[in-house]
């Protein structure tokens, strides 16, 4: 009998080998055939999830993206919602920083949107989705607003003026974690961040 292949395992053996290409070797050594040679394949069978290395690349972003989001989910339903409004602020944003092995990868496969052999079409969505995430997280200083339309029109110029702060904050930190890890350690980008974020919340009462 032919050996039934189970489809969405295959998928998340891919998407681990990818992964590993990126962490070890950065965006720019994806291909399809490094991808499977690391997934064991053949490039035939890695060509039957993915044609070419464009869908390779925009498969990371997205994975990477899921990740986030998810991360975000479980700390959402694990954290005391009679924290500090900060606390769960900062544990919110360190989400999106690379902290650990895994989102330090996760920040590699972003190294591929300044690849000018890429152009990814959800690049401005991706941008936009990631600023709106940053404008909940300082307009729910004082308590987590809804979920937002990215693509909304924002009349409030203390709220953007500060979402576009703290986006530019955390990947610089994330920068810095990246290539600096001594001096930047995870425990050190943490304290930056919530000093920042009770900044934030201390202009609160001089808005106008």
Do not use: C
């Amino acid at each position: 009998m032919p050996k039934i292949v189970d489809h969405e395992e295959r998928r998340r053996a891919l998407a681990e080998a990818l992964w590993r290409v990126i962490a070890d070797h950065g965006p720019r050594a994806v291909s399809i055939r490094s991808v499977a040679a690391e997934a064991g394949l053949s490039t035939g069978a890695l060509r039957h999830y993915f044609q070419t290395r464009e869908e390779l690349l925009a498969f990371a972003l997205d994975l990477s993206e899921e990740r986030v989001v998810q991360r975000m989910e479980e700390h959402g339903r694990i954290f005391d919602p009679e924290a500090p409004m900060i606390d769960r602020a900062l544990g919110f944003a360190e989400q999106m920083m690379p902290l650990d092995q895994i989102r330090r990868a996760e920040y590699r496969a972003w190294e591929v949107t300044g690849d000018p052999d890429f152009l990814d079409p959800k690049l401005e969505h991706r941008w936009r989705r990631q600023r709106a995430f940053y404008r909940r997280l300082v307009g729910g200083l004082g308590g987590f607003p809804p979920l937002e339309d990215p693509f909304r029109h924002h009349p409030d110029p203390w709220l953007e003026t500060w979402s576009e702060y703290l986006h530019t904050f955390v990947d610089g930190l994330s920068s810095q974690l990246m290539v600096n890890p001594e001096q930047t350690t995870p425990e050190a980008a943490r304290t930056r961040l919530r000093g920042f974020l009770a900044h934030i919340e201390s202009t609160r009462s001089h808005r106008t």
